[in-house]
């Protein structure tokens, strides 16, 4: 599996010496994830890692901002699970339900959804800010990201998605 500062780089976010830069840092910072260096140094955005860690993990990205989401959105899953996983139901269609999450590799996030809607689920990735931004429009659920969607240099800790990179099997 690429890095994800190998993607940024093949994705022209960054350059070598940038990524060696915030590598260097991020020996002085434990704990401290590469894509929050980049980020807070400001030579990505967050749409640019959310971007990498979807090639990274194959996984879609679906930027919401300007998606309509079907009128029973509210009701495709319970409140509780939309705010404990950070997701926004999109659309159901039969069986299949189409939902943008923060860490669409959370296999437990995945199976409790499931279990509360009867659904398969069709899961897609979007920024913590993008689902935030429609979690509050939509479904009057605060959750403040480090970041607004347009800010350049955001904190986002994308942590959830990177600490499950192990477990992640690509398809064969």
Same mark, same amino acid.
């Given at each position: 599996?690429?890095?994800?500062?190998?993607?940024?780089?093949?994705? /022209?976010?960054i350059?070598?010496?940038?990524?060696?830069? %915030?590598?260097?840092?991020?020996?002085?910072?434990?704990?401290?994830?590469?894509?929050?260096?980049l980020?807070?140094? /400001?030579?990505? =955005?967050?749409?640019?890692?959310?971007?990498?860690?979807? =090639?990274?993990?194959?996984?879609?990205?679906?930027p919401? /901002?300007?998606? =309509?989401?079907?009128?029973?959105?509210?009701?495709l899953?319970?409140?509780?699970?939309?705010?404990?996983?950070m997701?926004?139901p999109?659309?159901?269609?039969?069986?299949?339900?189409?939902?943008?999450?923060?860490?669409?590799?959370?296999?437990?996030?995945?199976?409790?959804?499931? %279990? %509360?809607?009867?659904?398969?689920?069709?899961?897609?990735?979007?920024? &913590?800010?993008?689902?935030?931004?429609?979690?509050r429009?939509?479904? /009057?659920?605060?959750? =403040?990201?480090?970041?607004?969607p347009?800010?350049?240099?955001?904190? &986002?800790?994308?942590?959830?998605?990177?600490?499950?990179?192990?477990?992640?099997?690509?398809?064969?």
């Amino acid at each position: 599996m690429k890095r994800l500062g190998e993607i940024l780089i093949e994705h /022209g976010c960054i350059s070598e010496k940038q990524l060696h830069e %915030a590598l260097a840092k991020q020996k002085t910072m434990q704990g401290k994830l590469i894509g929050e260096i980049l980020l807070e140094f /400001g030579y990505v =955005t967050e749409e640019d890692i959310v971007v990498a860690l979807a =090639t990274q993990f194959n996984v879609p990205y679906l930027p919401i /901002g300007n998606f =309509t989401l079907s009128p029973d959105a509210e009701n495709l899953i319970p409140k509780p699970l939309i705010e404990k996983y950070m997701c926004v139901p999109l659309d159901r269609i039969g069986n299949l339900l189409t939902v943008v999450m923060a860490d669409p590799t959370n296999e437990m996030a995945i199976r409790d959804i499931e %279990a %509360a809607t009867k659904c398969k689920l069709q899961a897609f990735v979007a920024s &913590v800010s993008e689902i935030a931004a429609a979690l509050r429009e939509h479904f /009057g659920i605060k959750i =403040t990201p480090h970041a607004k969607p347009a800010e350049k240099v955001s904190k &986002v800790s994308f942590n959830s998605a990177v600490t499950q990179k192990n477990s992640v099997k690509p398809n064969p």
